[in-house]
Nanobody, 126 residues
Framework: VQLQASGGGLVQAGGSLRLSCAAS????????MAWFRQAPGKEREFVAAISWNGGTTHYADSVKGRFTISRDNAKNTVYLQMNSLKPEDTAVYYC????????????????????WGQGTLVTVSS
């Protein structure tokens, strides 16, 4: 699976962005998908995850209620809708895939994933 993230950019605090991650390969629909982010000088951290069929989602506390992860298996794409953005959301956002049907995998927030995208930069100005 190859992952291509897009949709990043510069936005003012309080604004919104939608990130997309397009996947190639036949295992997308059987993969747990997740978004991570890495701010300058900080470690990469978990943001959100969605199970293979979209039935289960999980969010980091820092984004809960503001971000929504979704997927379209027909389009091999996962999305991250980000609302009420804050300057502390500034980071490079990465999508990741883990090949599993286990819905509980959304609660795995570690960095051990089968595939990673290249990242897209989100900058939130105050």
């Amino acid at each position: 699976v190859q992952l291509q993230a897009s949709g990043g950019g510069l936005v003012q605090a309080g604004g919104s962005l939608r990130l997309s991650c397009a996947a190639s390969g036949r295992t997308f629909s059987s993969s747990r998908m997740a978004w991570f982010r890495q701010a300058p000088g900080k470690e990469r951290e978990f943001v959100a995850a969605i199970s293979w069929n979209g039935g289960t989602t999980h969010y980091a506390d820092s984004v809960k209620g503001r971000f929504t992860i979704s997927r379209d298996n027909a389009k091999n794409t996962v999305y991250l809708q980000m609302n009420s953005l804050k300057p502390e959301d500034t980071a490079v956002y990465y999508c990741a895939a883990k090949n599993t049907y286990y819905s509980g995998s959304v609660y795995y927030t570690g960095l051990s994933n089968d595939y990673w995208g290249q990242g897209t930069l989100v900058t939130v100005s105050s």
